[in-house]
């Protein structure tokens, strides 16, 4: 399916979703979330796949014009030559694809590659979600808040202690100079 | 004259034929035999939830300072002590130095908000103060590689009464300057986006970020070498002692990852003097320790520029730049290091150490 089609699909969903007489399950909160949850799901999706063919795209162009030097390099050389062939065309393929991975545009496919894999994973987190509130169990973003309040106490913890020793290493010395007196 | 499509096409099919070879191969040894890492001898003398502290034996130590090697959360440690003739640590210990390295572990996703506030804050701080104690030394020598170089700088800078000297190696300072593809990449991901997502930045993902570098020299042709060299059993062994520090990739804590890309990479901030750490600016220009910065002139993951700015930055009067013509990993773990670069780095400390009266 083309992304022109995907995309109107899934508009067209989103639109009818939202007509309040087509909510198949309105008065149950979890499967209205799910619901969501799902389109969203689809829509990163589909942006996934438009990343990763430009992906390809990138690298099957650099890999054209590797061969093409590669075969500018070797034109006087013959099967005796073979192993300085394969050293050859390795430094052309890696100097060509150096070119590619420190070019801005390479780096903007990657990160939005990255981004929409995020984004996925994140979805399905928000499908789980739903299911462990639905079946009263603790969730990620439950657990992720313990976490963070134990960070918080371990710093807590550690700080105190520093200050505690401070403050036991200043009574000592005012008790030296105490006794001194 | 032979046919140049026909010549690429052989010579194309023979490499990607060996390449499978000695992946093959590869796992095949990985699977079946042990493969020997950290082979100088040492205690842990400090073993933390996920953090343990390693202390080398030595029974002739000339240099009361003691040194903590302050690796990066980057793979693991014992790249500074994977085989016996290029060890880093082991040339340091041989040299009488009181050697000390910090494992970081594995973080777990319990641990993803934590930052370098705790990883330098709280953590290296109580190892440093363990090593005073173990020593009774007042002050150490920090050797920080890389990321750990980073480290180490933000440590000096925030608690220099403790450090002695402070040696860094290809450590990750003026990102504006860095024009490497790790930074180019670095600059253009979403951290935010990415650990909302997965807590810890996982491991596999760091280790396709750096299969794609070099992917043809490094990714293809070094199983082709592999296969071409595989009965020479000393080649074979530090082939798969490298291969399995490649694939031995921790997670990155979330918190720490987060700041790593958006602080250090997207807004320059240690540069800048505009990053924070346990709620104190830090300020290179604080620093006054004498400074040994050593930095590979074709390193492809840390931009020599991006590291060499440190001296211009810190305030010490003493201070050594070094720069050698090799790669990241051949600062720390090639016959350069063993035969030009610890010698010299050793020299340096002795004097210190000399100078301090230690």
Redesign the interface.
């Known amino acids: 399916m083309s992304k022109e089609k995907e995309d109107e699909i899934i508009k067209l969903l989103q639109f009818v979703i939202n007509i309040p007489q087509f909510k198949a399950f309105m008065p149950i909160k979890f499967l209205e979330s799910y619901e969501q949850a799902l389109l969203n799901w689809l829509r990163i999706t589909s942006l996934l796949n438009a990343n990763i063919i430009e992906y390809y795209i990138l690298i099957s162009v650099t890999w054209i014009e590797a061969s093409k030097r590669t075969l500018e390099c070797i034109k006087d050389m013959d099967e005796r030559d073979k192993e300085k062939v394969i050293k050859l065309w390795i430094d052309v393929f890696e100097k060509e694809f150096n070119k590619l991975l420190g070019s801005e545009k390479f780096a903007n496919v990657i990160g939005n590659i990255t981004n929409a894999y995020a984004d996925m994973l994140k979805s399905v987190m928000d499908l789980v979600e739903a299911h462990l509130k639905e079946l009263g169990l603790p969730t990620r973003s439950e657990m992720d808040s313990v976490y963070r309040e134990m960070v918080k106490m371990k710093r807590d913890i550690a700080r105190l202690s520093e200050e505690i020793s401070m403050l036991k290493g200043s009574i000592k010395t005012n008790n030296i100079v105490n006794m001194n007196k | 004259?032979?046919d140049?499509?026909l010549?690429?096409a052989?010579?194309?099919n023979?490499?990607m034929t060996k390449y499978t070879e000695g992946l093959l191969k590869t796992q095949e040894f990985m699977s079946k035999n042990k493969i020997d890492v950290g082979s100088t001898p040492a205690d842990v003398i400090y073993v933390g939830r996920k953090i343990r502290l390693l202390h080398y034996k030595n029974e002739q130590i000339k240099h009361k300072v003691p040194i903590i090697v302050v690796y990066a959360l980057i793979n693991k440690h014992y790249i500074l002590d994977l085989q016996p003739d290029r060890s880093f640590v082991g040339n340091l210990v041989r040299q009488g130095f009181d050697v000390y390295m910090v494992d970081w572990g594995v973080p777990e996703?319990?641990?993803?908000?934590?930052t370098f506030?705790?990883y330098i804050?709280?953590y290296l701080d109580r190892l440093v103060n363990m090593v005073r104690d173990n020593s009774s030394s007042e002050k150490v020598t920090l050797i920080g590689y890389c990321q750990g170089g980073t480290m180490s700088t933000m440590y000096t800078a925030l608690k220099q009464e403790k450090v002695a000297n402070l040696v860094t190696i290809a450590p990750v300072i003026d990102t504006s300057k860095d024009?490497?593809?790790v930074a180019?990449?670095c600059?253009?991901?979403?951290a935010d986006?990415?650990i909302?997502?997965?807590?810890n930045l996982p491991a596999e993902?760091l280790h396709r970020f750096y299969t794609?570098?070099?992917?043809?020299?490094q990714g293809?042709?070094k199983y082709?070498n592999f296969v071409n060299n595989i009965d020479d059993e000393y080649f074979r062994s530090n082939f798969l002692r490298v291969e399995k520090w490649l694939y031995d990739t921790p997670a990155i804590a979330g918190?720490l990852f987060k700041q790593w890309i958006n602080d250090i990479y997207k807004r320059n901030a240690l540069a800048k003097g505009e990053f924070y750490l346990c709620g104190k600016r830090i300020d290179l220009r604080s620093i006054e320790v004498p400074l040994f910065n050593i930095v590979a002139s074709d390193d492809h993951l840390v931009a020599p520029q991006c590291s060499i700015t440190l001296n211009q930055y810190v305030s010490s009067e003493d201070k050594t730049l070094r720069v050698y013509t090799c790669g990241h990993i051949g600062l720390i773990a090639s016959k350069l290091s063993q035969n030009v670069i610890l010698p010299e780095l050793g020299k340096w400390l002795s004097r210190k150490m000399l100078n301090n009266n230690n």
Do not use: E
Not at chain 2, 109 to 114: E, M, R
């Open positions: 004259m032979m140049p499509y010549l690429f052989q010579a194309f023979d490499t996703p319990i641990d993803k908000h934590l506030d705790d804050g709280r024009n490497s593809v180019t990449l600059k253009s991901i979403d986006r990415i909302d997502a997965y807590g993902f794609m570098l070099k992917p043809f020299s293809i042709y082709v918190g």
